[in-house]
């Protein structure tokens, strides 16, 4: 029977490795060519624009269909995050989930898929850029795939909010080393990883800071006209990849921005299937471009409503309240 899941019982049962492992299922189901996964659409009226992406896996029985409305002005962030998903040999519904939550997770264990696959196995300093609901998570996600990992420097538009950021992550991973600041020019030239998850509109910081081989995670940059990356990050990057080339052709900021084709960056499901090796060379500066999949939403969300059945978490509704119209009151256009 249908379950409702909210985001409390999607903290309880979706840690950081299981949000990693459900995501490199999502880049080794497309990489198989076992699912499909239909870009983010957008449409606009009255100063309300929603959102709304979906993917299909028939291996995992399931059909998704993510949806959200962004309702105030200056701002991406949307109101509230649903995520339908239905059974792929039935049609029935299996579960609405509050999406807020997974959301975060999964965008933070595609970093930390891509970073294992094209970052230095020695990487031990992350910079993070950002402030916001998303950057704690990058870092926790990090933490799952960089075993030699022992410091974090967070950068911020405010030393305050940079500071905030800081001790909250210091509370979380009391074994890294954690500091902040507002000063770039500090930050990224020690950093083997680069995490960049804003809501700016122009670029961070000089391309020229990054030291050889530091490997750059783009989070923050989902639309045309905003980069957070300038043109210098790409002249000196080895390897650009993307999560899917059909999407970042219509958002990927961070290249359309700066006059660059994002037919000519690397689909990550090629790295992750090992058709295309993330790094050749330890000098090698590597840039990977996230912008989110609803194929990604689809697999977490499987395991969360696997896991919160077996643990009878959330609630359920009764199939009776759920029954069909009679096939001759249905409409032709339902």
Same mark, same amino acid.
């Given at each position: ?25 999502? #880049? ?33 029985? =399931? ?8 309702? $105030? ?25 509050? *999406? ?8 933070? =264990? ?9 970052? $230095? ?7 993070? #850029?950002?402030? *916001? #609901? ?21 950068? *911020?538009?405010?030393?305050? @909010? ?14 890294? @080393?954690?500091?902040? *600041?507002?000063?770039?020019? !500090? ?39 905003? @980069? ?50 993330? !790094? ?49 009151? !249905?409409?032709?256009?339902?």
């Amino acid at each position: 029977m249908p379950r409702i899941i909210d985001d409390a019982v999607v903290g309880r049962v979706l840690p950081p490795a299981a949000a990693v492992a459900a995501v490199e299922t999502a #880049f080794d189901l497309l990489a198989a060519g076992a699912a499909q996964d239909r870009p983010r659409e957008r449409s606009s009226a009255g100063g309300v624009t929603l959102n709304v992406m979906s993917a299909i896996a028939p291996t995992l029985d =399931a059909v998704a269909v993510k949806s959200y409305p962004v309702v $105030r002005s200056g701002t991406n962030r949307a109101s509230v995050i649903t995520i339908l998903v239905y059974g792929h040999r039935t049609g029935e519904l299996r579960a609405l989930l509050q *999406g807020d939550l997974l959301g975060r997770s999964r965008t933070a =264990a595609a970093s930390a898929v891509a970073t294992r696959a094209m970052a $230095r196995p020695d990487s031990s300093t992350v910079c993070v #850029f950002g402030t *916001g #609901f998303q950057a704690p998570a990058q870092v926790t996600a990090l933490a799952e795939v960089l075993p030699k990992l022992d410091t974090v420097l967070v950068v *911020g538009r405010t030393a305050e @909010r940079a500071e905030a950021t800081a001790r909250a992550l210091r509370d979380a991973h009391p074994r890294l @080393r954690v500091e902040s *600041g507002t000063s770039p020019e !500090r930050a990224v030239p020690q950093a083997d990883v680069v995490v960049t998850a804003t809501g700016a509109s122009e670029p961070l910081f000089d391309g020229a800071l990054l030291r050889p081989g530091t490997h750059v995670n783009a989070v923050g940059s989902n639309a045309a006209g905003r @980069r957070e990356l300038d043109a210098t990050v790409f002249r000196r990057a080895a390897h650009v990849v993307v999560d899917s080339v059909e999407v970042a052709r219509t958002e990927c900021g961070d290249l359309l921005a700066n006059g660059l084709d994002p037919a000519e960056a690397t689909a990550f499901a090629s790295v992750q299937a090992g058709r295309v090796p993330g !790094r050749t060379h330890p000098d090698d500066i590597t840039v990977y471009e996230s912008h989110g999949l609803a194929l990604q939403d689809l697999v977490c969300a499987v395991r969360v409503i696997d896991a919160a059945a077996a643990a009878d978490l959330g609630t359920t509704v009764h199939p009776e309240s759920w029954a069909p119209l009679p096939t001759d009151v !249905r409409g032709a256009n339902e």
